[in-house]
């Protein structure tokens, strides 16, 4: 029985090798079903990891209340996307216990000038607090203080890139720079913090909230407090977050005047938001594992295909091994040992092509790659069962051959 195994082996491996572009034509479909399935699991893997650093980087105890409601969208039915102000961000500082921060922004993207030199930049009014809650710190000058604030003074903090653009070699310092033809002094450049979901943070400045909303957007017509977009909270604990939530809710329905009904307002915490990103990523692992695994079933029909064909190509072989005495067994042994080892070997090519493609994601992106392991042998398995699966039709066809009309075809 093992030899026979090993003859039809050896029989099976003579025929691929001599037959080499063939083969690898027939595996061409396994070795990209292989690596497809391998590298989007691994990107998918490597996106999740990415979403949660990021998150994890805000601050585990940070909330942050949008205008709107995030179930219906900040334009259904009642949300509106204006509906949070300057005011109720103090109302929280002040009546809210269970936290320690509060940082309202509001936010353009803008043009900013430095005598010939010119950029785009997002345009951040904010108040003190939003270096606490952000975490950002400084590599010159300072941030904004509440005389800034208070004072509603001209003053500005650029991101490291928007320095960069602006002087490029001299000191920002006690320089101005120009936004909607206003004169602003530069009071500190931030330190670099690179990207944060898609959002080059460098490419900020930061101004006091009552400037931006009075001078730069423009007071809104009917406004007691000028709107803002976010309203970021440090909580005092990632314990109490929690608490805080529900304290910020209360607040915010008791000064909307909303008895029953939808918030016009989300409040959302950072496992909130994890929550809701790891079920999109979830979601975007399975439809890219489900992609790449369509392309390794197409793989396997190309195998058939193929071994249909080198079966009517080789009649007259399997005609003249019958008539030596070669059972149907072994006919039936080795046409599916050659798909086997087709797939087998399409599986093995693909990996290593899947490892190579993951390793230059994380060297060309800011993805951290990581092979499974699990999709490794599931993948495997899987191109080796396909091959086994769509190797036994062929391979019964050939053995059922009758060998007289084999040699005479």
Not at 49 to 57: G, I, L, M, P, S
Not at 79 to 100: F, G
Request: charged share 15%; with cysteine; glycine share 10%.
């Amino acid at each position: 029985m093992a030899f026979n195994f090993l003859e039809n082996a050896t029989m099976a491996l003579k025929t691929l090798a001599a037959n080499k572009m063939r083969s690898g034509l027939t595996m061409l479909g396994i070795i990209i079903g292989n690596a497809s399935v391998i590298a989007m699991v691994a990107v998918g893997e490597a996106a999740q990891v990415y979403v949660t650093r990021q998150f994890e980087e805000l601050g585990t105890n940070v909330l942050f209340v949008t205008p709107g409601d995030a179930q219906r969208g900040p334009v259904a039915g009642t949300a509106r996307a204006d509906t949070l102000t300057l005011a109720d961000a103090e109302a929280i500082a002040t009546e809210v216990l269970a936290i320690t921060a509060v940082s309202p922004e509001k936010n353009q993207r803008l043009r900013v000038t430095q005598g010939a030199a010119e950029t785009q930049a997002n345009v951040i009014g904010t108040t003190p607090e939003y270096s606490t809650v952000r975490n950002l710190t400084m590599a010159q000058g300072r941030f904004l203080s509440p005389i800034d604030t208070q004072s509603n003074l001209q003053v500005a903090v650029l991101g490291s890139e928007v320095a960069r653009t602006l002087f490029s070699s001299q000191a920002p310092l006690n320089q101005r720079i120009r936004i909607n033809n206003l004169s602003f002094r530069v009071i500190g450049v931030a330190t670099e913090r690179g990207s944060s979901f898609g959002q080059n943070q460098d490419e900020a400045i930061y101004l006091p909230i009552e400037v931006m909303a009075s001078q730069v957007t423009g007071q809104e017509a009917g406004k007691t407090s000028p709107s803002v977009q976010t309203i970021a909270i440090s909580a005092q604990s990632e314990a109490a977050s929690s608490a805080a939530q529900y304290q910020i809710t209360n607040l915010l329905r008791l000064r909307h005047g909303i008895l029953q009904g939808e918030n016009d307002f989300t409040v959302q915490s950072q496992q909130d938001l994890l929550a809701t990103a790891s079920n999109i990523t979830d979601m975007l692992v399975l439809v890219l594992a489900c992609t790449a695994g369509i392309s390794l079933l197409v793989g396997g029909i190309g195998i058939m295909n193929i071994m249909l064909v080198s079966v009517t190509e080789r009649t007259r072989e399997i005609g003249l091994r019958k008539a030596i005495g070669a059972k149907g067994s072994d006919i039936l042994a080795q046409f599916t040992i050659e798909a086997v080892i087709l797939a087998t070997t399409g599986g093995l090519i693909g990996t290593t092509l899947a490892i190579g493609g993951v390793f230059l994601l994380t060297l060309l992106s800011p993805l951290t790659g990581g092979i499974s392991l699990t999709a490794i042998v599931l993948s495997f398995t899987v191109s080796g069962g396909i091959g086994l699966g769509f190797g036994i039709l062929p391979a019964r066809r050939a053995a059922q051959l009758d060998p007289i009309v084999a040699l005479r075809s």
